[in-house]
């Protein structure tokens, strides 16, 4: 039993208290058992394990929505000739190049990278969308046992793609259906499955109907949506049909399905999201860094679509994305007052009952029952701070760096700023020696 308090307390439970200016949490068994002041936790668990906040913001894990765990080796790279002028080209000329170059083991180190600094930013759940088209067998296990192993919680699925030829899109097909079948087997409330795929582009109706084939509407599936204009032109052209209606065709979309960026979706197209109650992740950095324009969230939004937010693994800042969020969406309306509640609910509402969806316990909330998810941020407020401002704090104070202390499921994995479980020095030592090794052979010289 961890009993962790004196800090100022969010709790974003709309039937409590949502904010104490001097509270905490008391966790068992990976759930909260209690929820209150300082003192009071104090006088009823003084037995229970301390662990002080020292005067930080006691808050829920952050949830991200959309990330993509084979690009943690990109940090840095620059590849060879390769000079973009289209958003196919960033595909092409790196992303499908570097996983196409990604072993099990690199898949591995990958992992352990994106985990750790998610950690360290706190964020404790993560939905991960995997490509390695140089090994795909087992990769998706690989993830799940670095994700086991180091605490995180994660939802994992293997991106389904016909770019390199039909053994391959085969082998994608049948990774998602071993994992689907692995976790049924093995039921865990850390770890579940969904069924992936990559962007429509790449996806012919014979893929489509083998995915779900192979599925047998066990999970929801996790997709790429018109990222780019590529999507539009090529279902428009060879299947005289938009994105989402193929979607729709295929028995795709439902409750438990999410599409990614969803930037180029018309009127027609939401209603169907809208209808089938299929949900939408925002990926508000990586789509203007891709320069292929900036999703119509208000719109989605208004519709009463549940969207989310992700990073697309451009960051793995959950509070650094929806400061992004924040002001593209205002600048795409052309409107400075617009985009507040929608992306503070994106966030802190909307990517918890996502992760309900998929079957994780309840998250994002700190209250008697709910999974014991809780950071704290190591945040010095020099304006005044309460439940009236809490999110205008988010928005424009903190940042994921300032996580100071993160607990997943009950354990403690980062405390004052340093991990507890995991030799970060050692690890980033072996992560590396795989990440030179992958350098080397996309470049053709040695680092």
């Known amino acids: ?52 906040a020292r005067g930080g913001v006691i808050m829920p894990g952050l949830i991200n929505a959309h990330t993509h765990i084979y690009s943690a080796l990109a940090r840095g790279l620059s590849i060879d000739g390769y000079n973009p002028t289209n958003f196919y080209e960033v595909l092409d000329g790196q992303w499908w190049y570097i996983d196409r170059h990604l072993d099990l083991a690199a898949t591995k180190a990958s ?69 689907i079948d692995y976790c049924e087997a093995h039921p865990s409330n850390m770890l579940k499955a969904m069924f992936g795929g990559h962007a429509l582009f790449t996806i012919s109706d014979k893929t489509f109907d083998r995915m779900v084939a192979a599925n047998a509407e066990r999970v929801g599936y996790h997709i790429h949506v018109s990222e780019g204009m590529n999507d ?36 027609a197209e939401m209603e169907i999201i809208r209808a089938t109650d299929t949900m939408c992740v925002n990926n508000p950095e990586s789509n203007m860094g891709n320069a292929v ?6 719109q989605l939004y208004k519709k009463g679509i549940l969207i989310g937010l992700g990073t697309d693994a451009y ?43 998929c079957g994780f316990p309840e998250l994002g909330i700190l209250k008697a029952g709910a999974a014991a998810d809780v950071i704290v941020m190591d945040y010095k407020p020099f304006t005044p701070f ?27 994995l980062m405390k004052d700023h340093q991990l507890t479980e995991i030799d970060e020095e050692a690890v980033n030592a072996e992560i590396l020696k795989v990440s030179k090794k992958l350098w080397g052979t996309l470049n053709h010289r040695e680092y």
């Not at 087992?138 to 793609?161: F, H, K, P």
């Not at 959950?318 to 985009?339: D, F, T, W, Y």
């Open 315 to 357: 960051t793995n800042d959950m509070l650094e994305s929806i400061k992004v969020a924040l002001c593209s969406q205002r600048h795409n309306a052309c409107l400075p007052g617009v985009g507040w509640c929608e992306v503070t609910d994106m966030l802190f509402k909307n990517n918890a009952k996502m992760a309900a969806r």
């Open 1 to 52: 039993m961890i009993r962790l308090a004196n800090g100022k307390l969010i709790t974003r439970d709309p039937d409590g208290a949502g904010y104490l200016p001097d509270g905490g949490v008391v966790t068992d068994g990976g759930k909260i058992v209690a929820v209150g002041t300082t003192a009071e936790l104090a006088a009823q668990y003084p037995e229970a394990e301390f662990v002080d």
């Open 111 to 179: 992992a352990k990278a994106l985990v750790i600094d998610s950690i360290k930013q706190g964020v404790t759940t993560i939905f991960d969308h995997h490509a390695s088209f140089c090994q795909i067998p087992g990769s998706l296990m690989e993830i799940a046992q670095v994700t086991q192993d180091m605490g995180m919680r994660a939802c994992l699925c293997y991106e389904v793609s016909d770019r390199d030829g039909e053994e391959k899109a085969a082998q994608s097909v049948q990774e998602n259906k071993d994992f």
């Open 386 to 412: 309460s439940d009236a401002n809490i999110d205008g704090h988010m928005l424009f104070g903190m940042t994921g760096r300032q996580c100071q202390t993160t607990m997943i499921n009950g354990r403690v």
């Open 232 to 267: 539009v032109y090529d279902s428009l052209q060879n299947y005289g049909r938009r994105p989402v209606q193929r979607l729709q065709d295929h028995g795709i979309l439902g409750p438990k399905t999410i599409l990614g960026h969803c930037i180029h979706v018309n009127t």
């Open 293 to 298: 324009g900036i999703s119509p969230v208000l």
